[in-house]
């Protein structure tokens, strides 16, 4: 992904949501907006299909699932090259 997927997860699982009054659904779509195409095709394969058709609590809980994910095994631009 353009931005390491972690950093994304942990944009939006520390978003103080309530402090801004943005609505989970509002954030999600514009979340997703902000993504390149090849990232959206990635968490709409993840989701099932589309990622904006998931409810709100269960689209955040896939990003910061995939997020965890890729901390914890990491990413190809994570290892040194020979």
Known sequence: ?????????????N???NHHQIPYQLLIQYFY???M????SIIDTASGGA???????A???LISNMAANSK???TRGDFPSK
Not at 51 to 57: I, N, Q
């Open 33 to 35: 907006k902000g993504l």
């Open 51 to 57: 990622l904006v058709d998931k409810t709100p609590e």
């Open 72 to 74: 914890q095994f990491g």
């Open 15 to 17: 978003c103080a949501f």
């Open 1 to 13: 992904m353009e931005r390491h997927s972690s950093s994304i997860g942990k944009d939006l699982s």
């Open 59 to 61: 689209a955040r809980q």
């Open 37 to 40: 195409p090849t990232n959206r």
